[in-house]
């Protein structure tokens, strides 16, 4: 399994080799195997320091990474949980704001895969059990924690009494996970989306999301209202107007705060949410200049993220080469309003079958100076074909991300996008690691 990834360690690796051999049992979906794991491990998920949780289809991450900023940047000492990693299994679990150890994250990979064995639990149901021991264990002021596929069913959905859940962007993805036909479920796709993300409401917890459409809003007040949990929904309970700053504003009052580093209008949405979610809890006080100060300081990579010198960059020198991971039709969108009005540039892609290529290639119709198709690594991808049919210009395979980058007329920037796997795979050959 590729998300189980390498590591240069060998008691990591015999862990990451159990570890990559789990799958999710077809069709079995719920909570039942994560709960009987963590309660042979003492439910560690029971004790943690304040956690801030996130789900979403687009933008939970970067949402993340705001909310450990602007508490670190109030001298608080933050565990942080992420996915998926794109090089090192490690890039999941940040302990006091530092990857975990290869020694503590070999001992306990092996301690939750030895307390389930007859279990049979998933990949991301050990990485979930392991994080929360971490996180138990381990002294800190606060947890963040992105939410994987849905919230519903997702293996972090254990916890209760929250400091505040957030719900970032929303769209369609996953379908053929968070939209299989369920009795007394929402039929409207991106209803059915929310219904799934706003699983993760508990009683009395703030659940303070993004705006959406009216149905959409409906469907996370109803979930809400159902757990008891307090909503602090966008436009109705909290705003914010991104101009050449965040005005803010809620029942506390407002805040003028920067625009984030992190390239794409769309960031300063997130950082909104992130400031938002802060404004919501009374468990853990944040200062508005720690606030601001986080949304500067605040990365992620592999989302418009401008590579560095490295292998990969020397072979177009001179120019700017752009990495993003997005896959989905949002992802597609906030990529070309990145280049809206900027010059012509070339698209290398590398798309799962399972996602589709329009969603990253329409939207950047009249901005391409050429197309370049490279295999998704470890994954079946689309052909060159397939994706050129999205394109308003024909498609150039390639082997390696190498020979594609080494074949670009001498002119022109570069974005890579369009696969978190293929992200990855640029930053290890560029050797840009996450930290």
């Not at 974005?415 to 290890?428: K, P, T």
Request: aromatic share 4%; charged share 20%; with cysteine.
């Amino acid at each position: 399994m590729r998300d189980s990834a390498i590591s240069d360690n060998p008691r990591v690796q015999a862990q990451l080799d159990r570890l990559g051999a789990l799958s999710l049992p077809s069709g079995r979906l719920g909570l039942e195997t994560i709960h009987a794991l963590l309660e042979r491990l003492g439910n560690p998920q029971r004790a943690l320091p304040p956690v801030f949780q996130v789900a979403g289809t687009n933008g939970k991450g970067s949402t993340c990474a705001y909310l450990r900023a602007m508490l670190e940047a109030e001298g608080l000492t933050v565990h942080a949980a992420t996915k998926p990693h794109l090089v090192r299994y490690n890039e999941r679990i940040r302990i006091a704001g530092q990857l975990i150890a290869d020694d503590l994250l070999a001992d306990l990979l092996e301690e939750v895969l030895d307390a389930g064995e007859d279990l049979a639990p998933s990949f991301f149901e050990v990485t979930s059990a392991a994080t929360f021991l971490a996180f138990h264990r381990i002294r800190a002021d606060a947890c963040v924690i992105e939410v994987g596929l849905g919230g519903r069913f997702d293996a972090t959905n254990v916890l209760d009494g929250q400091a505040a859940c957030g719900i970032a962007t929303l769209g369609i993805d996953h379908v053929s996970f968070l939209l299989v036909p369920e009795a007394g479920t929402p039929t409207d796709p991106l209803c059915r989306i929310a219904f799934e993300k706003a699983g993760i409401a508990r009683p009395g917890v703030p659940l303070v999301t993004q705006a959406y459409p009216p149905g959409v809003t409906r469907t996370v007040i109803e979930q809400a209202m159902q757990a008891g949990a307090k909503t602090a929904l966008r436009d109705l309970d909290w705003f914010a107007d991104i101009r050449e700053t965040i005005e803010y504003r809620d029942r506390h009052g407002a805040l003028s705060l920067p625009l984030p580093a992190l390239a794409g209008a769309h960031q300063a949405d997130n950082a909104a949410l992130a400031v938002a979610m802060l404004r919501h809890q009374d468990r853990v006080p944040v200062s508005p200049a720690a606030m601001a100060q986080g949304i500067r300081a605040a990365r992620w990579p592999a989302r418009l993220q401008l590579l560095g010198g490295g292998p990969l960059t020397a072979l177009v020198p001179g120019r700017k080469v752009w990495l993003d991971g997005g896959h989905n039709a949002d992802a597609g969108l906030a990529i070309a309003r990145h280049f809206a009005g900027a010059e012509k540039f070339h698209l290398v892609t590398g798309m799962l079958t399972s996602k589709d290529p329009a969603a990253i290639v329409a939207p950047l119709a009249g901005q391409l100076l050429s197309l370049s198709v490279v295999p998704a690594p470890g994954h079946e991808a689309h052909t060159p074909e397939e994706i050129a049919r999205h394109a308003d210009l024909p498609a150039r395979a390639f082997s390696a991300i190498e020979a594609a980058l080494k074949a670009l007329p001498p002119a022109g920037d570069v974005l890579i996008a369009g696969s978190l796997y293929l992200a990855g795979e640029v930053l290890r050959l560029n050797r840009e690691f996450p930290d």
